[in-house]
């Protein structure tokens, strides 16, 4: 079974840095496509920052340049780098897998291609 784990959210004021962390257990992590979803309070699940099983990487328009995805095959861990944070960034961020390749039939950026979730991480950016 698929676990993942999201560590690392906090409070920050306006121009601060974070970094998430989603430790993953009881798969082959490398094959699968993994991304950051956040979620505000009364707003829909959006995609933030993907690794498909290919390694190609992909983000929200508003949060290029600011934000940086990575991982540590060896240690079965995706990184997300937030930098610049700005008081809209405010959410709950969840790590998703999809292990089937779904997403290839609609969007990295749909919530339903992915079939594993961890349970999230408060990020909080003050002005």
């Known amino acids: 079974k698929v676990h993942l784990v999201e560590s690392g959210g906090g409070s920050v004021q306006s121009g601060g840095s974070l970094r998430l962390s989603c430790k993953a257990s009881?798969?082959?992590?490398?094959?699968?496509?993994m991304g950051w979803f956040r979620q505000a309070p009364g707003k829909e699940r959006e995609g933030v920052a993907f690794?498909?099983?290919?390694?190609?990487?992909t983000y929200a328009e508003s949060v290029k340049g600011r934000f940086t995805i990575s991982q540590d095959n060896a240690k079965n861990t995706l990184y997300l780098q937030m930098n610049s944070l700005k008081p809209e960034d405010t959410a709950m961020y969840y790590c998703?897998?999809?292990?089937?390749?779904?997403?290839?039939?609609?969007?990295?950026?749909?919530?339903?291609?992915?079939?594993?979730w961890g349970q999230g991480t408060q990020v909080t950016v003050s002005s």
């Open positions: 009881g798969y082959t992590y490398r094959t699968y496509s």
């Open positions: 690794i498909d099983e290919d390694g190609t990487i």
């Open positions: 998703a897998a999809d292990s089937s390749g779904s997403w290839r039939g609609s969007s990295l950026f749909n919530p339903r291609a992915y079939n594993y």
